[in-house]
């Protein structure tokens, strides 16, 4: 696909000899120079960059063309985040295990009786938070499968037992109970999330998550990821993220990679972030994750993207997202993960010194002395972060008015934790 000529380039052409002779020159050379493509790229890092030029750079080939989009999401990163790399201390906190989707990667779902399903009670949950605070986790990240009580009667038998009828009231409840008892914040990210629901959890929660995943409907027809996820129709969760940009809730969200859509379709997913980000101002993180493949679900046999699409897609994701945080986890992927930093992320995510990765729980999470170390090899300082990121911290119309006083004595002037050493 050719990139649209830039501007300059157009005027070069229309009414300066000695510049319009140089742009022919170029031309001449663009098989080896990949000229539209340093068009497209020059554009980008001016900050024009539309859905054509993007699909462009996430073409790029190895070599001079991924290098080269990778140090222009790299100097824009430099640019706008400088060198620190964040990282947020977290227990995590599932819930439930039970869902009513069956999401063709997942390996963390299950149903009622299958060994591994559960439930945690209101102790379970408060014995995991005490014992986070303990070791200094300022987050407890709810992650559960989605309204299981829709499909599943012991789901609903247990709800009831707990004095619930939706998981989502069950949520609620403990993440008031772990912020009122243990002092972490509840990071809860639970699924399609109406707004009554978005309301009530905001008073809890300082900011909340919903992976988008992708845009692309092709993704819910016969045999593909999500044939069987009936929360899973991108309009559906571009609307729970919308809601949660009318009720100014920090929002992290976020594109799972190489299961199945098509380069294309990344870029069109990142733009719909990008278009509820310039209406409301609420995406505070935008992860890009890879899809790992794993012995125990359906797409066991699907390729898993390589490091370099991984790179290639992180370094797009800066380009059209900008001053957003884009975060990639370093547990998901091989050993030499702060290659990564070259591609032009700003966050490691959530890092565990408690609880394993319970989506991914044959990736242990780097410790975090250990990715303090590696990143500083880089050139960068890991710095702790809240769940809610700095820039909404002292913005009054993003944290609920009872939360305020609560993430603000956990934070310095910049807006995060004060104690920056590693622990
Ligand atoms: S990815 Fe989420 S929604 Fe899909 S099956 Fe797993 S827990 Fe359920």
Not at 8 to 13: V, Y
Not at 140 to 162: H, T, V, W
Not at 168 to 197: F, I, Q, W
Not at 247 to 265: C, H, N, Q
Request: glycine share 6%; charged share 25%; proline share 8%.
């Amino acid at each position: 696909m050719a990139a649209p000529l830039c501007a300059k380039t157009q005027i070069a052409r229309e009414g300066q000899p000695r510049r319009a002779a140089l742009t022919c020159y170029m031309q001449v050379l663009t098989s080896m120079t990949s000229l539209p493509f340093d068009e497209a790229l020059a554009a980008a890092r001016e900050g024009e960059i539309t859905r054509d030029t993007a699909c462009l750079l996430i073409r790029a080939r190895e070599g001079y063309e991924l290098d080269s989009l990778m140090r222009a999401a790299a100097q824009l990163r430099n640019r706008l985040k400088g060198r620190r790399i964040t990282y947020s201390k977290k227990v995590f906190i599932p819930l439930t295990n039970l869902c009513r989707d069956y999401c063709g990667y997942c390996t963390f779902r299950k149903d009622p009786g299958q060994p591994g399903a559960q439930t945690m009670t209101p102790d379970e949950v408060l014995a995991v938070a005490e014992a986070g605070a303990r070791l200094g986790c300022k987050e407890a990240l709810f992650s559960l499968g989605d309204r299981p009580e829709a499909i599943f009667p012991e789901m609903r038998k247990m709800l009831a037992q707990l004095g619930h009828r939706t998981t989502l009231s069950y949520l609620a409840e403990m993440c008031e109970r772990v912020l009122n008892e243990t002092g972490l914040l509840p990071h809860a990210n639970p699924g399609l999330m109406g707004r009554k629901d978005l309301e009530t959890l905001r008073r809890f929660n300082p900011s909340m998550g919903l992976m988008l995943e992708s845009t692309s409907e092709r993704l819910t027809l016969a045999g593909m990821p999500h044939d069987n996820a009936p929360d899973k129709p991108p309009s559906l969760r571009l609307k729970t993220i919308e809601e949660a940009g009318r009720l100014k809730i920090p929002f992290t969200t976020g594109i799972l990679i190489g299961i199945g859509e098509t380069l294309d379709e990344r870029v069109d997913s990142l733009f719909a972030i990008r278009e509820l980000h310039e209406r409301y101002g609420h995406i505070q993180e935008v992860i890009v994750q890879n899809f790992r493949a794993k012995p125990d679900i359906p797409m066991r046999n699907h390729p898993e993207p390589i490091q370099s699409d991984h790179a290639r897609t992180i370094a797009v994701a800066r380009l059209v997202l900008r001053e957003m945080n884009v975060q990639a986890p370093p547990n998901l992927s091989d050993d030499d993960y702060p290659f990564l930093l070259k591609a032009g992320l700003n966050d490691w995510g959530g890092i565990s010194p408690l609880t394993p990765d319970f989506i991914n729980p044959e990736k242990p999470w780097p410790h975090i002395e250990r990715l303090a170390e590696r990143t500083a090899a880089k050139g960068f300082e890991l710095t702790e972060r809240l769940s809610v990121y700095p820039e909404f911290v002292y913005r009054d119309e993003f944290i609920d008015e009872g939360l305020r006083s609560r993430v603000r004595s956990m934070a310095d002037g910049q807006g995060l934790p004060p104690s920056q050493a590693p622990a």
